[in-house]
């Protein structure tokens, strides 16, 4: 069972995306993706999934929350970014780790981050552009993880 601290600190990066999202919304090409809403799914390392889902389309909301779990499932399975595994595997430089092929999610947005103590945790957001799906999270850890 994960400790207080750590679902607090979870939290905590769940909240800091979401106060993250209005600046890449400025961005049209985010916004247009986006449709005013996004998600992101963190998995830890005892396999304790964490989520919200941002903004007002629940529809959209919905689907990004799809696309999140599994670029986060995708990370907690192969320990990889999502697209940087698929490129491996491709490429012969890795052998298959269970995912059937058409399941590879190959989309940015999924990446391992640790923590300051030492805990990995598997994330995926999604709803805007690949490269700021991942710096969203990134920013996100680096505010909530002092």
């Known amino acids: 069972m994960p400790s207080q601290e750590l679902i607090q600190l979870i939290q905590n990066i769940l909240i800091e995306a979401g106060k993250l999202i209005p600046?890449?919304?400025?961005?049209?090409?985010?916004?247009?993706?986006?449709?005013?809403?996004?998600?992101?799914?963190?998995?830890?390392?005892?396999?304790n999934v964490y989520g919200k889902l941002y903004g007002t389309?629940?529809?959209?909301?919905?689907?990004?929350?799809?696309?999140?779990?599994?670029?986060?499932?995708?990370?907690?399975?192969?320990g990889l970014r999502t697209g940087e595994y698929e490129k491996k595997f491709f490429n012969n430089e890795i052998e298959e780790c269970g995912i059937e092929v058409p399941d590879l999610i190959g989309?940015?947005?999924?990446?391992?981050?640790?923590?300051?103590?030492?805990?990995?945790?598997?994330?995926g957001f999604s709803g805007i552009r690949g490269i700021n799906d991942l710096e969203i999270m990134v920013k996100a850890l680096d505010i909530a993880d002092k």
Request: include cysteine.
């Open 107 to 123: 989309w940015e947005g999924g990446q391992p981050l640790t923590l300051k103590n030492g805990i990995k945790l598997s994330v």
């Open 23 to 47: 600046h890449y919304m400025q961005n049209k090409e985010d916004e247009r993706i986006a449709h005013g809403s996004c998600a992101a799914c963190i998995i830890d390392e005892e396999g």
């Open 57 to 78: 389309n629940k529809i959209r909301a919905r689907e990004s929350y799809r696309v999140a779990w599994t670029k986060a499932s995708q990370v907690w399975i192969t």
